[in-house]
């Protein structure tokens, strides 16, 4: 949906307006790429303000080995730690940039027989989940982030290949993809979506995927009561809905008809509406809430990545120039932009910590890392705050939202 685009930058840093009303002092990390072929590193991870003032940069990196991974960030649950991508692997380090450290290595040398490797933090912030790791990226495993120490939490297989989905907010499950075949050429390919008790025992497949080289659950989100998955994709084959809702202790897939863009859905905070992405016309996307019990779709406002959906009633997401992020008040559909990313730089992944505890996991806006994303409830956002520039922060990494429209 919005293309990769990377000529040295001009980092000049401009007052930051007030912060939103209603929003809480927190905290954004944000990655995000260069479309300036002359750029060696054009991805950016670092730490902003609500405002869009730069707290510090954590790293400039490039697309990891075989275009594997790189970019997408996320605070832990409880706010002290973030962990990234870059181009060697999954790192993580405490919140101020101490203690940074290699916990897994992206290890494959071959994109034709490779998945992206992706992640997930345990509710509890002492594990993470990490799917296609291994040379043959054909391993889940769950890492205790304290030791550095892995165990496997699914069986090792040639062409079996595991991507994370995320942690159920009560923390008792892990919902994943499984897809067995020739990762490059799909022989005999099968994909499911797989809910597993949080350590990986009594893994149960959920749904199968008749088409699993186009369609999967990649980006399906929980629901807040962790009864719920929802999933959209682009059905290229029929049996498979563009949009659906499976109950995860009875298995019970509910499908939709309205077939909207292949973006994770939103949770409203009561977990009664979905907000969802809608192509209006070329580039151009509309942000839209989904009525489950009714099945009525309304359009709120504009937008192709939406990040999260708070108690007050605001929708924050990505814009459709793929580099500002705005705020749109779902009752009188009004819309502003908190602040924007310098040129040419876009968003990759966006994720909040607020009061030292990350309310949301990333949006990111796909391709190459691949990762499960997940809703972000949070405090209002909905002044009349002016735009704000983002002052990117040229000046070095200190202390050391998956964009697939980006990276397609």
């Known amino acids: 949906m919005v293309a990769i685009s990377a000529a040295s930058l001009v980092g000049d840093a401009v007052a930051s307006s007030r912060a939103p009303s209603g929003l809480r002092a927190g905290s954004y990390l944000v990655s995000m790429f260069s479309s300036s072929r002359s750029v060696k590193k054009p991805i950016v991870v670092e730490i902003v303000r609500p405002t869009g003032k730069v707290v510090r940069v954590v790293e400039r990196t490039s697309f990891g080995r075989s275009g594997l991974g790189s970019g997408h960030a996320t605070w832990s649950p409880n706010g002290r730690m973030l962990a990234w991508f870059d181009a060697e692997g999954l790192n993580v380090e405490n919140s101020d940039g101490s203690n940074r450290r290699e916990i897994v290595a992206f290890m494959t040398a071959r994109l034709d027989q490779a998945v992206s490797m992706s992640y997930a933090w345990s509710p509890d912030s002492r594990t993470i989940a990490v799917g296609g790791a291994g040379t043959q990226t054909n391993r889940l495993i769950e890492i205790d982030v304290g030791t550095g120490k892995q165990r496997n939490i699914a069986p090792v297989q040639r062409w079996t290949e595991y991507s994370v989905i995320g942690f159920s907010p009560d923390g008792r499950k892990l919902a994943f993809m499984e897809t067995s075949g020739h990762v490059g050429y799909c022989v005999r390919c099968r994909s499911w979506l797989v809910v597993s008790h949080a350590d990986g025992r009594k893994p149960r497949k959920l749904f199968a995927f008749a088409d699993p080289f186009h369609d999967g659950a990649q980006d399906a989100t929980w629901s807040p009561d962790s009864a719920s998955l929802a999933f959209t994709e682009d059905g290229k084959d ?125 949006r990111s806006t796909g391709g190459a890392d691949c990762c499960a994303t997940h809703r972000e409830p949070r405090s209002a956002l909905v002044s009349d705050t002016k735009s704000v520039r983002h002052p990117l922060d040229l000046r070095g990494a200190q202390g050391s939202h998956r964009n697939s429209r980006a990276a397609r």
């Open 238 to 362: 029929i049996h498979d809905p563009t949009l659906a809702i499976v109950n995860v202790a009875t298995g019970i897939v509910k499908p939709f008809t309205i077939a909207p863009a292949d973006t994770p859905p939103i949770w409203s905070p009561d977990g009664t509406k979905l907000a969802l992405v809608k192509v209006v016309s070329g580039t151009s996307y509309s942000i839209n809430t989904f009525t489950i019990s009714d099945r009525t779709l309304a359009q709120v406002g504009t937008g192709d990545l939406p990040v999260s959906w708070n108690a007050a009633g605001s929708i924050v997401t990505v814009g459709n120039d793929n580099a500002s992020l705005r705020a749109i008040d779902t009752t009188t559909t009004s819309e502003r932009t908190l602040f924007a990313l310098p040129k040419p730089y876009q968003f990759m992944s966006v994720n909040l910590r607020l009061n030292n505890f990350a309310l949301a996991s990333s």
